[in-house]
């Protein structure tokens, strides 16, 4: 009967842990049937002389210390399985969430969010108006030069050539004011890059400017990447001429 009792148990510890906890009920009532046999038997087999209100108060008592481990062991298997389920969702969550992250187009959103930085600058054109003026094509005026010559602007031009070109032949340009838009586009979506870091520092550093006529003037990104566009759109469509024939 010991035999048998311990088999039982050293299948049930072996189990414990990869049951369902609707499983581990039934296996836990089996184990608090079997200590109760094995404490009738160990009492019948010492030959104790108990009457039966002894021998039922014994067992009771075994029943009661069993039970008692039983509902500590259930009441860790609730917990895991609680804590289990949190893991679930959350593992659930996770993985819904790289799935919307793999669809998401995120260096499309990215440029679509520097094309409305340009729109907007053309709402508002201080730039265009303080740093170039209308000559059929726009072009820069001696402020602007003057901003451009500060920047190193060709320099920067030469460097990053062929990132600013590959963004605006991405887009598709189809006459020359596209490739103006993008040519500003292009330069703003360098600004969160390393190569935009020297020409922040510029930014930073560079104290007010006065204007010519006498108004007082902090030089801004945008207006950086104003004056760098223009001469981009130039570079651009040299390569390109058939875009000005359009």
């Known amino acids: 009967m010991k035999d048998i009792i311990e088999e039982n148990l050293a299948a049930y510890f072996e189990h414990e842990y990869k049951l369902k906890w609707k499983e581990q009920v039934r296996v836990n009532l089996r184990l608090c049937g079997l200590f109760a046999i094995f404490a009738v038997c160990s009492i019948m087999h010492k030959g104790k002389t108990m009457n039966v209100i002894e021998i039922i108060c014994t067992v009771i008592g075994a029943v009661a210390t069993i039970l008692g481990g039983v509902w500590y062991i259930l009441s860790k298997v609730f917990k895991m399985g609680q804590t289990s389920g949190r893991i679930d969702n959350i593992e659930k969550s996770v993985t819904k969430l790289e799935n919307v992250m793999d669809r998401l187009p995120c260096n499309v959103h990215r440029d679509d969010i520097t094309k409305i930085k340009t729109v907007l600058v053309e709402k508002y054109p201080?730039?265009?108006s303080i740093f170039s003026m209308k000559s059929s094509p726009r072009k820069l005026n001696p402020t602007g030069e003057k901003l451009f010559a500060a920047i190193n602007?060709?320099?920067f031009l030469?460097?990053?050539?062929?990132?600013?070109?590959?963004y605006?032949?991405?887009?598709?340009p189809l006459v020359a004011l596209d490739v103006e838009q993008l040519s500003n586009a292009a330069c703003l979506s360098l600004v969160s890059t390393p190569a935009f870091n020297s020409l922040k520092n510029y930014v930073y550093n560079e104290p007010t400017w006065t204007?010519?006529?006498g108004k007082q003037y902090d030089i801004t990104i945008n207006d950086v990447c104003f004056v760098l566009g223009l001469r981009l759109r130039?570079?651009?469509l040299s390569e390109h001429p058939?875009?000005?024939k359009k």
């Not at 030469?158 to 590959?166: A, I, V, Y």
């Not at 605006?168 to 598709?172: A, T």
């Open 158 to 166: 030469k460097e990053n050539k062929d990132r600013l070109f590959g």
């Open 242 to 244: 058939e875009l000005s």
């Open 168 to 172: 605006i032949s991405d887009n598709s």
């Open 153 to 155: 602007g060709e320099q």
């Open 126 to 128: 201080k730039s265009s």
């Open 211 to 213: 204007l010519p006529d």
């Open 234 to 236: 130039d570079m651009y």
